[in-house]
């Protein structure tokens, strides 16, 4: 594995160029914000973003995804038999990742792909991506990457990080299958020790450039109902509105529900994404319902990331500092606080 | 469980026994329709699987019957929701789908050489004859020792699978307790009074002991003092949860308490587990 040099414009000649083995997504900018697309073949790649408002996760784990299918049909031999609905697999590439977004897929990795239990549909898309990282020279204000076992270049996840270097681009491979992709895409020219010099630099003055830090230090040592009969819970909550968005687009949330759909006969059972901020997700049939209030789903929220997933995993906290939640939030509710809180209990 | 642990086997409603005189209890009878799903479904008791409605979706339920009793599965439901609802309607011959077995079971290696005293309430006695059936099967029964049984419904129409609990009631190899809150039946043989007073009667050591203990919470709630004060450790007084689930394998994320998905880790935790957990459930 070795490090490859390319003209920043060569980039979405090498990416088109692999579109024959590949489907290629890029971020693209729609409005005010740009999301993962399929790369067109008139489009330019743009690399001024800052990060996506959507992390790629929906490219793992659409947001709505029919797992089955079947027939309601009395005539069908079949009939009420749920059935596999045929799918495919091809490879992509993911380009322009940034590194907090494959670091969380590598948090969600022990919740789909675990000993007992693998996400099938999960699984092989993820298998068939290779994600092409790019390092981020000018972290925005709310992230905090550094603070959660992230970085603005860490390699977790990724299967190539790039550095800008201004006029060109140093390809860092890191596996097996970013090697390969390397050698389709004809990225030959190794980059010499002045340009792998100049690669440490943007690092360490991206990692500089983080202004935000959170202590996560004590959060695994504290004692679990300390934390959830904590007395800062209420003000926490207090201006929530439970939207969602925050676990909309929190690349590290995953919940999703499960539901039948049938039109005229003919049926689908269909994962959508849930969202934990809401009531209906633990509503029993029994018109129980054990987070029926709000402060109890916020609190789910913060312990879920911060407590239950560093107990349970022993994996760290689950949250990558990409600050989403942080600026989206329409009530301001910053997870940075919270750590603060939780941390210093 | 299939290869995708989502996908359900298919299997045919073979009998529909009305189980309370309310009607909202039945015990759905099903069997397989694949021989070879039948062989790779193997449980133990306290386990339970999503059963899966084609075009209402699935719900997780206790498995009633026992594993020594072959060539059938059985779940009682009580009618609450969608799925509920639509199943209290179907017919025998009926196609639907189970998946699972799914979450841990009630811990018979470590009550293997103990007294078991199982304690239910309601219609939460399915798994729990799942157990009884069990340990009362001959290859088994000596496995333990004395089992003693404090079952209790609000009426005598309330209580479930009562004819076994009479054949039960004749056997000397288990102790049964039945109770109901209230009955203006004379002629009503068994106990009368709240499933709490009659464990606190019947039940006077917890030498050697494990307790199962399931039903609604306010059972659970006045039970808990009465084992304790006859010196039941947390670690000896074994409960099993219900939470709104989908998945059912830990990976959808709604059930959790804490750390802990009712669904995969549970159902079945002890009360010292389960002091160890916010108490969110």
Known sequence: MGDKILKKAELQDVLRA?????????????????????????????????????????????????????????????????????????????????????????????????????????????????????????????????????????????????????????????????????????????ADSGLKK??????????????????????????????????????????????????????TCWCFDIQDEVIRGEGDRIRNWDSCMFPLFTLHASGHNPRAQKVQRIRQRF????????DKYSNGVACVGCGRCVKHCPVNIDIREVFNLMNEL | MTDNPYLPFPVRIQQIITETEDKNLKTFKLSFLNREDEERFVFMPGQFCEISVAGKGEIPIGLASSPTEKGFLLFTVNKTGVVTRYLHNMKEGDIIGVRGPLGNWYPWEKMGGKNVVVIGGGFAFTTLRSGIVYMLHPENRNRFKDITVVYGARSPGLLLYRQELAEWEKRDDIKMHITVDATDDPSWPYNVGFVPTVTEQKITTSKDSYALVCGPPIMIKFTQPVLEK???????????????????????GRCNIGDQYACKDGPVFSLAQLNELPQEY
């Open chain 1, 303 to 310: 312990m879920h990331k911060l407590k239950y997933y560093v």
């Open chain 1, 198 to 251: 100049s690669a440490d630099e943007v690092k360490t003055k991206a990692e500089k450039k983080i202004s935000s830090h959170v202590p996560t230090d004590k959060l695994r040592e504290k004692n679990v109902n300390d934390l959830f009969d904590a007395p800062f819970w209420d003000d926490v909550a207090f201006a929530c509105i439970n939207c969602g968005t925050c676990t909309f687009l929190c690349p």
């Open chain 1, 18 to 190: 692999l579109k024959r083995t590949y489907e290629v997504f890029v971020p693209v900018k729609e409005n005010d914000f740009y999301s993962f697309k399929p790369l067109m073949d008139e489009e330019k790649v743009d690399l001024s973003f800052t990060n996506t408002r959507l992390s790629p996760k929906p490219l793992v784990l659409p947001q709505s995804e029919r797992m089955f299918e079947f027939t309601l049909d009395e005539k069908s031999e079949d009939a009420h038999i749920v059935k596999e609905s045929p799918k495919d697999y091809p490879p992509r590439i993911i380009a322009g990742v940034r590194p907090c977004d494959a670091k969380a897929l590598r948090l969600l990795q022990v919740n789909f792909d675990n000993p007992e239990f693998k996400d099938p549909w999960w699984v092989k898309r993820r298998e068939s991506m290779t994600l092409i990282g790019l390092g981020c020279s000018q972290p925005c204000s709310a992230c905090f990457c550094t603070s959660v076992g992230c970085g603005p270049f860490n390699e977790e996840g990724l299967d190539i990080l790039l550095f800008d270097l201004g006029e060109c681009l140093l390809a860092r491979t890191l596996t097996e299958k970013g090697e390969r992709l390397l050698q389709l895409g004809g990225m030959d020219t190794d």
């Open chain 2, 230 to 252: 006859v010196g039941f450790k947390p670690g000896q007084i074994i409960m099993s949860l219900e939470m709104r689930m989908k998945c059912g394998i830990g990976i959808c």
